[in-house]
């Protein structure tokens, strides 16, 4: 407990383009090994790459979301390593003149408001894939380069978390802020969004920082706050004991929940860095970033002051819905169909994201934003019992049919008449002599088992309102 964490990121983006960065090889996940393949992204003998336009534009309209200050010039370099994923035995990145300079993204953690810096920006081409399993025999292991060469834009956070849970919110609002600008559909599972963490301790109140551990092959959100945890542990009880941490690059376990030494980190003169001579600098001027920053879209935090503002929802309720830009426009279009934005929040926070696994896909949901309001304007105008619209709901998600037919369908339209009412509600007194002797003598409780009883007479389709209000004029 007597130490801080001082924590960073290094977030790789895989951006959506058609084709890789430096060919015009086609971007594909899941294709069969080695198939999208060129001598550009093979690295042969005398090949020239020539830039993407489009994963250029991209980097920018991230650097912009992102609040980076974007670089009139940019170069590439050769960053240089040897691994059998690597068939050039270089990768082509940027080292000192990145395409987006510093910026910053906003958190909230436990309430409180968090600023993260951002280092940098930089585009680079990304590596090759490794095959230990599956069909490669025992010892042996495959090389499947049809991701060599595709764009990334990689994301160097400042040193400025202090713990898993804020590395966690930061990565959710990365992914949230890319998939808003659709740069990337950040699949951690497909590799398009990936994390390394890098991670030190220091007593709490120096400002020194302590000796840098990066940790490696984080596959999801849970797996960078459970390798936090571990490595805060595994330096405490190193430094406790008079130890000393060693700078290197661990791998997460996540069947044993723990990291493993790798190799010892890299410093930046160990890639021999030099400009690439085959790619000139890249050159901007300001017409060019203005056009590019005229596509971005309203953006995650901005979007969420104004659900607050205009719909007067809780902050709660606009972050929920303001996670996904799908999830925002379905909530939008929603409240255009008439409905309230209260209650439209609640219905779509509680009833549809149960039953979907991720926002972002909404739009495949069988419920239909103006199916949706139709369903809550019923239920305000008295049609059906809030009660009834969730069988009725039920109804909508599996059969994709609008509650208006359901209803007519099933017979489920709410009991306003009041004879009607005061008919099963004279069978439920008749019938219950003890409960309305309890409600006369002060057990309120006994109002409620009579209320519930005169709605499941009426097969819930009784008006609770009118229900509540006769019943208590005839007990008393």
Same mark, same amino acid.
């Given at each position: ?10 977030? %790789? ?8 960065? /430096? ?48 670089? @009139? ?65 025992? *010892? ?8 060599? *060469?595709?764009?990334?834009? $990689?994301?160097?956070?400042?040193? &400025? #978390? ?26 951690? =599972? ?14 709490? @109140? ?39 941490? #060693? ?18 980190? =890299? %410093? ?36 969420? =002051? ?43 926070? @509680? ?5 979907? &696994? ?27 019992? *809030? ?5 009725? /709901? &039920? =109804? ?11 209803? $007519? ?23 219950? $002599? ?20 005169? #709605? ?21």
């Amino acid at each position: 407990m007597g130490y801080e964490p001082v924590i960073g990121l290094e977030v %790789h983006v895989q951006l959506n383009t058609a084709t890789k960065i /430096f060919c015009s090889c086609p971007v594909k996940f899941g294709s069969s090994p080695n198939t999208q393949t060129c001598p550009v992204c093979l690295g042969l003998p005398g090949v020239l790459p020539v830039l993407n336009r489009e994963a250029l534009n991209k980097a920018i309209l991230a650097g912009l979301a992102l609040n980076c200050s974007i670089s @009139g010039y940019s170069k590439f370099d050769r960053k240089n390593y040897f691994y059998p994923d690597l068939p050039k035995n270089y990768q082509i990145s940027q080292y000192d003149k990145p395409i987006c300079g510093p910026g910053f993204i906003e958190i909230q953690v436990n309430g409180e408001n968090r600023r993260i810096g951002i280092t940098r920006l930089h585009l680079e081409e990304d590596a090759g894939k490794l095959i230990h399993a599956g069909n490669v025999p025992d *010892g042996c292991s495959y090389v499947d380069l049809n991701r060599t *060469g595709t764009p990334l834009a $990689e994301i160097v956070s400042d040193p &400025d #978390m202090r713990s898993g849970d804020e590395a966690y919110e930061y990565l959710l609002k990365i992914k949230s802020i890319m998939k808003y600008i659709d740069v990337s559909d950040c699949n951690m =599972e497909e590799g398009s969004l990936r994390c390394d963490v890098n991670i030190s301790l220091r007593k709490k @109140g120096t400002e020194k920082f302590g000796e840098k551990v990066e940790i490696k092959n984080l596959n999801s959100f849970k797996a960078v706050k459970a390798a936090i945890s571990w490595e805060i542990e595994r330096q405490s009880e190193i430094l406790d004991t008079g130890g000393k941490i #060693m700078q290197e690059t661990r791998l997460w376990d996540s069947d044993k929940n723990r990291t493993n030494g790798m190799r010892s980190k =890299e %410093h930046a003169h160990d890639y021999r860095y030099f400009p690439d001579p085959d790619l000139v600098p890249i050159v901007l001027d300001m017409a060019y970033i203005g056009c590019i920053k005229n596509g971005l879209p309203e953006l995650p935090d901005a979007k969420k =002051e104004r659900f607050i503002s205009a719909y007067v929802l809780p902050a709660y309720d606009a972050g929920v819905l303001t996670s996904s830009r799908e999830l925002a426009g379905y909530f939008e279009e929603t409240v255009r169909g008439g409905a309230n934005p209260k209650k439209a929040s609640n219905w779509i926070m @509680g009833e549809v994201l149960a039953r979907i &696994d991720d926002a972002g896909m909404i739009s495949s949901f069988p419920v239909r934003p103006a199916m949706l309001s139709e369903l809550i304007n019923l239920i305000d105008n008295n049609t059906i019992s *809030g009660k009834i619209a969730k069988a009725v /709901f &039920d =109804e909508m998600a599996v059969s994709g049919k609008s509650p208006g037919v359901i209803i $007519e369908e099933k017979g489920l339209k709410q009991v306003t008449d009041s004879g009607e009412i005061e008919a099963v509600i004279d069978t439920v007194i008749s019938n219950n $002599e003890k409960s309305v002797n309890d409600y006369r003598n002060g057990v309120e409780k006994a109002l409620k088992f009579l209320v519930g009883q005169v #709605m499941k007479e009426s097969k819930g389709k009784a008006n609770p309102q009118m229900v509540n209000d006769i019943l208590i004029r005839k007990l008393k």
